[in-house]
């Protein structure tokens, strides 16, 4: 398993300042995967949250689970969509936060898939720093067929 920035950018769309995961740490397909985001001083949006306390906003990282929860899946070949559609985040139940998250901090990204089905996934999904769970939720994200180019 690579894992590496080049293996995400290859499986994810996203892209700077919107790709939230950098690296691969373990995989098992079709079931669990976990992932790293460094947090950096350097993120856009710590300009402005908050300028004398910087706190990585919780829906990022929401989002970069969901973002963990996309690599899972274009990891599964039997889940993997076809070419033209895009895999959405399109909800979450039971968010918690329950730690900031700070400049310097290593964001693991542990994501479980619970439910698969025709097109649909659910995942608990957990981000921890340390030992410590900084947020938890339940995602569930799907495939959305893109409009043809004519």
Do not use: W
Not at 20 to 34: A, M, P, R
Request: net charge neutral; with cysteine; hydrophobic share 45%.
């Amino acid at each position: 398993m690579k894992g590496d920035i080049y293996e995400v950018m290859n499986l994810l769309p996203h892209r700077y300042p919107f790709l939230l995961v950098d690296k691969i740490i373990d995989f098992e397909e079709g079931k669990k995967i976990l992932a790293i985001k460094n947090v950096s001083f350097n993120e856009p949006y710590f300009n402005g949250h908050f300028p004398n306390y910087p706190v990585m906003p919780g829906v990022l990282i929401l989002e970069a689970l969901a973002q963990a929860s996309g690599l899972l899946v274009f990891k599964t070949p039997k889940l993997c969509p076809p070419n033209e559609s895009l895999y959405l985040f399109v909800g979450i139940d039971k968010a918690r936060f329950k730690k900031p998250v700070e400049p310097g901090d290593q964001l693991k990204l542990t994501v479980e898939m619970t439910k698969s089905k025709q097109g649909f996934a659910i995942f608990d999904a957990v981000a921890t720093v340390g030992n410590d769970v900084a947020a938890s939720a339940e995602l569930m994200c799907g495939f959305k067929e893109l409009p043809k180019k004519t």
